[in-house]
T-cell receptor, first 112, second 118 residues
Framework: QKEVEQNSGPLSVPEGAIASLNCTYS??????FFWYRQYSGKSPELIMF??SNGDKEDGRFTAQLNKASQYVSLLIRDSQPSDSATYLC????????????WGLGTSLAVNP | SQTIHQWPATLVQPVGSPLSLECTVE??????LYWYRQAAGRGLQLLFY??????ISSEVPQNLSASRPQDRQFILSSKKLLLSDSGFYLC?????????????????FGAGSRLTVL
């Protein structure tokens, strides 16, 4: 059973701090990795995707991928209260047909 | 640009009643289409996906069905709803690329349909 695991949280950080969200996956053949943000009552929206080992930065967000250790993380710098949401990690292996494997999400609370 | 529409946004249905949720995608052709369900406090559960007109793959055997009568239209149905069918239903689309690559296989979700079965 292919799995994606995330700490459910809640992760609580003060405003302006760095929030670190982690995700591990079991399928070594995974090729694509996605971070989505989901506000309460809303649909998920893509934050970032990453394919290669290392870091990928987009504004205040940095995704980090380590395929050898099978984890992907999301760093949010200068956290804002508007970042308070659930963050979903998703993983794709092209050999797994056309489906993403989803984690259950980590709830983040940024306190003013 | 591509947009995805999903309706109705909310509905309250009695047990045993039928269901029809509709999803359409604009600005693209031959998308892969997906129906997910998210129960309260739970993760995303893939229900159905479709790679083309009339082609439906079912992930979870249950009293739901899906149809794709047109290239950019995806419909989720039930003949008789159960209490356990309550949840947040999400339609999504992507262009699947076996070779991967930047931007490949990124799912874009509709706004969702919140179903309460009483």
């Amino acid at each position: 059973q292919k799995e994606v695991e995330q700490n459910s949280g809640p992760l609580s950080v003060p405003e302006g701090a760095i929030a670190s969200l982690n995700c591990t996956y079991s399928d070594r053949g995974s090729q694509s990795f996605f971070w989505y943000r989901q506000y309460s009552g809303k649909s998920p929206e893509l934050i970032m995707f990453i394919y290669s080992n290392g870091d990928k930065e987009d504004g205040r967000f940095t995704a980090q991928l380590n395929k050898a250790s099978q984890y992907v993380s999301l760093l949010i710098r200068d956290s804002q209260p508007s970042d308070s949401a659930t963050y979903l990690c998703a993983v794709h292996n092209a050999g797994n047909n056309r489906k993403l494997i989803w984690g259950l999400g980590t709830s983040l609370a940024v306190n003013p | 640009s591509q947009t995805i529409h999903q309706w109705p946004a909310t509905l309250v249905q009695p047990v045993g009643s039928p269901l029809s949720l509709e999803c359409t995608v604009e600005g693209t052709s031959n998308p892969n289409l997906y129906w997910y369900r998210q129960a309260a406090g739970r993760g995303l559960q893939l229900l159905f996906y479709s790679v083309g007109i009339g082609q439906i793959s079912s992930e979870v055997p249950q009293n739901l069905s899906a149809s794709r009568p047109q290239d950019r239209q995806f419909i989720l149905s039930s003949k008789k709803l159960l209490l356990s069918d309550s949840g947040f239903y999400l339609c999504a689309w992507t262009h699947f690329r076996l070779a991967g690559g930047p931007g490949a296989n990124v799912l874009t979700f509709g706004a969702g349909s919140r179903l309460t079965v009483l």
